[in-house]
């Protein structure tokens, strides 16, 4: 049984909420997580214009898995229930698509910063993403569900457990994180997907650190890179 722990949204402009999810993290000797990054939130905040902020990112040692270019999109009605105008990748057409994520790695290389994996804001794809990520050379795309690997086509199924950070939304989540809990408790492969702005509301810490205590116990924290070299010889992943 296993657990990816992941930040979402790393950016300079969830700075302090980064540090702080960091040190809860370390609080909790959660040694291995995954960092999603985001090059340019909202076009606004570019990580080379943050030096000190991506040092300290560097020196934590963690995995980096790049989270879109800026994580800005259209309000859609169709993704209402996922987000509201974060879903980078749920509108455009193959040449921009193309043009995000060439951006996004250009920021990347220019502060030598390398990711083999790619979750897209919201978890929101469009039909030419997966196409565009493997000419780039990416491993996998985490989505909601599951992990694809873009060699082979498999999906690994590993659920995301999260809040949502928006007024009515937000509740229900709070309320439903104990049945989800239940529900997946016998899947392989689970990730625990914390997101900066969760560490504006108390009563998410709160739930947090509970459940990655019981999560610690039970499985062993690994990285998308771990995962995936052990999902091919290892019989206990066979078939997942």
């Known amino acids: 049984m296993y657990a990816i722990v992941e930040i979402h949204d790393v950016s300079p402009f969830y700075k302090q909420e980064v540090y ?60 209402i229930l996922y987000t509201y105008g974060e879903g980078e990748f749920g509108e455009g057409d193959i040449e921009e698509t193309y043009q995000k994520i060439e951006k996004a790695l250009d920021i990347f290389e220019s502060l030598s910063l390398t990711a083999k994996f790619f979750v897209p804001p919201a978890w929101i794809s469009n039909p ?50 104990p049945t989800l809990l239940k529900l997946y408790r016998r899947t392989k492969v689970l990730r625990l997907s914390l997101h900066t702005r969760d560490f504006r509301d108390r009563r998410k810490i709160v739930l947090w650190r509970s459940i990655l205590r019981k999560v610690k116990k039970e499985r062993e924290v690994i990285s998308y890179e771990e995962l995936f070299s052990k999902s091919r010889p290892a019989p206990s992943l066979q078939g997942i």
Do not use: C
Request: proline fraction near 4%; charged fraction near 20%; charge should be positive.
């Open 20 to 79: 702080q999810a960091v040190e809860f993290l370390q609080r909790l000797k959660i040694d291995k997580f995954s960092l999603l990054v985001i090059p340019n939130y909202m076009e606004e905040y570019p990580l080379y214009k943050h030096k000190y902020f991506v040092g300290f990112l560097k020196a934590l040692g963690q995995e980096i898995v790049l989270h879109g270019y800026s994580h800005k999109a259209k309000v859609k009605l169709s993704h």
């Open 128 to 177: 030419w993403l997966e196409d565009v990520l493997s000419a780039f050379g990416f491993r996998a795309v985490g989505y909601r569900n599951f992990i694809k690997d873009l060699q082979n086509e498999e999906k690994i199924l590993s659920p995301s457990i999260t809040f949502s950070n928006r007024p009515v939304l937000s509740f229900l989540s709070l309320m439903a994180m």
